[in-house]
């Protein structure tokens, strides 16, 4: 028997986000003007944004993650990128799923990131 709930073999633990679609670069944008209030760098660069998908209704589901799962804004952080995308023009509606698979690790933030926190 197997477990229906693991993913399939060589299946990416992220889905892929609607790059080519016409509300992706706002979207983008939108979740870059959110921040986690212990990091002085937005959430989008972090690599806390995994999935930005937007169906031809023009609805948009973001996956996200936080850096770790106790953190203090956990129940917060969904709602605060929810309230930066919904106003934008176009948008039908907006869902934030939480998710810690996989977990966030360092590697996952941009190069801006890094040199921001000094990484690089």
């Excluded at 203090?72 to 509606?93: H, I, N, R, S, T």
Aim: aromatic share 6%; glycine share 6%; proline share 10%.
């Amino acid at each position: 028997m197997t477990d229906s709930t693991a993913p399939l073999e060589g299946a990416p633990l992220i889905a892929p986000s609607s790059t080519e679609h016409p509300l992706y670069d706002d979207v983008v944008m939108a979740c870059k003007s959110v921040y986690d209030p212990e990091i002085p760098v937005n959430i989008y660069d972090l690599g806390l944004i995994y999935t930005i998908d937007i169906n031809e209704d023009n609805a948009v589901s973001i996956v996200m993650t936080l850096t770790a799962p106790g953190c203090p804004v956990a129940g917060e952080m969904p709602g605060w990128v929810a309230d930066a995308v919904e106003p934008l023009p176009g948008v039908k509606q907006v869902d934030v799923e939480m998710t810690f698979e996989p977990q966030w690790g360092m590697d996952m933030m941009s190069d801006e990131a890094r040199l921001e926190l000094g990484f690089m």
